[in-house]
């Protein structure tokens, strides 16, 4: 399969949650199939209008934002230079993953200090930007309608996305822009999501992915991350 853009992604491994959340999202990037919505009570409107926005990105944690390949490269230099920087990390251990609600969307979100995994991130984001084309104008122009602070317009121009290095944030997203009903899709959520969640969260390895045409994403290496 071709692909347009490219990304670092942690994905869950295979299991309740990695089941659940493709369920949820209608769409599971590992094997590159739709699947069914989950019937839960309690939500405010049909499940695939609460996840239509991130349904083509999967179940994730995005580690590098979606970037296209530069001049020069290519994408198995990339799948290469991808399995090397993951024999230079090292699984890390976090606190819990959490459901939370970030602004109007609902996601799952590090509860404690998740700096180990941000120094991860920064170093996926630095050690594979020789395979990202620079940032168009036109992404550039887009990225800066959201009122970015002078530290993540700087990001954006060094490394074409504004939250990364110090403005990293985990997050899995579950939904789209929900407004007041976030509480409510949150409150439905929670009996099915929150037994699912790790204590403690480990993140042992990391995903690479690829957009196809259709703008859907899809799995292409687990790698385990054995430094």
Request: proline share 7%; charged share 20%; with cysteine.
């Amino acid at each position: 399969m071709q692909f347009r853009r490219y990304g670092i992604y942690y994905t869950p491994r295979p299991g309740p949650l990695a089941e659940f959340g493709a369920a949820w999202l209608g769409w599971d990037l590992a094997t590159g199939k739709t699947v069914a919505h989950p019937s839960i009570e309690g939500l405010p409107c049909a499940v695939s209008d609460i996840t239509a926005t991130p349904r083509k990105y999967g179940l994730h944690g995005t580690i590098k934002p979606p970037f296209f390949l530069a001049d020069g490269t290519n994408a198995t230099g990339l799948s290469e230079a991808f399995a090397t920087l993951c024999t230079t990390l090292a699984p890390i251990t976090l606190d819990a993953l959490a459901l939370s609600r970030i602004g109007s969307f609902v996601a799952l979100t590090i509860d404690g200090d998740q700096s180990p995994l941000a120094d991860l991130a920064g170093k996926a984001v630095r050690d594979l930007d020789a395979f990202r084309a620079p940032a168009s104008e036109a992404e550039l122009a887009r990225r800066r309608k959201s009122n970015l602070t002078t530290r993540q317009d700087a990001l954006l121009a060094q490394w074409g996305y504004p939250y990364v290095m110090e403005e990293f944030r985990f997050h899995i997203t579950l939904s789209g822009r929900l407004g007041k009903r976030a509480e409510a899709v949150i409150a439905a959520l929670a009996p099915h999501v929150t037994p699912l969640l790790p204590k403690p969260f480990v993140v042992d390895s990391l995903t690479l992915v690829g957009e196809d045409e259709a703008g859907v994403f899809h799995e292409i290496h687990r790698h385990t991350l054995s430094g």
